[in-house]
């Protein structure tokens, strides 16, 4: 069954730091443009990063410079780490692959909440 | 990267059409044939429903369908259904700016 798994979310400080994972089963996520997707509460969503397949990583301005996006091969698993976290990052995190062709995001995870707050 | 605009609300009866609006610009609706729409129910992810601004996914109603005109890509629901009422959102990758992709800010569909 092709599905992704996210976990990894959870409170902390502002100023401070998680990695999130998203495990995949029923594809391979080197072969795919991997994404993260974050939706605040009572929110849209918003495209943070994406990991494409030969390598090359892009972030969304808001978290450029504090957010990376990894993946590893022999664990079939994507990552993304965030530093500095704010209060504005407090969101529900997916992960979500798009489509080679289409560039649509055709498989989702549950995703993984993460709340910044003192 | 300014998200795409689409309206807050659109409400209709049970067996009637609506149309949602998504308004981008010339860098990524305008610029790519690669607009796609998600269906989100409260508390769970986001569905794929359109890619490529008027195809469906193996599995989708063709009740839903989309099109794209300039900087503007639409979605089309007929034949409304009671599970339909959901949140929709509009896509679209947006390379040539940001090598990554841009979301509308959402629109809320009440089924009457």
């Known amino acids: 069954e092709v599905q992704l798994v996210e976990s990894g979310g959870g409170l902390v400080q502002p100023g401070g730091s998680l990695r999130l994972s998203c495990a995949a089963s029923g594809f391979t996520v080197s072969s795919n443009y991997m994404s993260w997707v974050r939706q605040a509460p009572g929110k849209g969503l918003e495209w943070v990063s994406v990991i494409y397949s030969g390598g090359s990583t892009y972030y969304a301005d808001s978290v450029k410079g504090r957010f990376t996006i990894s993946r590893d091969n022999s664990k079939n698993t994507l990552y993304l780490q965030m530093n500095s976290l704010r209060a504005e990052d407090t969101a529900v995190y997916y992960c979500a692959r798009a489509d080679l062709s289409s560039s649509a995001f055709d498989i989702w995870g549950q995703g993984t909440m993460v709340t910044v707050s003192s | 990267q300014s998200a795409l605009t689409q309206p807050a609300s659109v409400s209709g009866s049970p067996g009637q059409s609506i149309t949602i609006s998504c308004t981008g610009t010339?860098?990524?609706?305008?610029?790519?044939?690669?607009v796609s729409w998600y269906q989100q129910h409260p508390g769970k992810a986001p569905k794929l429903m359109i890619y490529?601004?008027?195809k469906r996914p193996s599995g989708v109603s063709n009740r839903f369908s989309g099109s794209k005109s300039g900087n503007t890509a639409s979605l089309t629901i007929s034949g409304l259904q009671a599970e339909d009422e959901a949140d929709y959102y509009c896509c679209s990758y947006a390379g040539s700016s940001t090598f990554g992709w841009v979301f509308g800010g959402g629109t809320k569909l009440t089924v009457l």
């Open positions: 490529e601004g008027s």
């Open positions: 010339s860098s990524d609706v305008g610029s790519y044939n690669l």
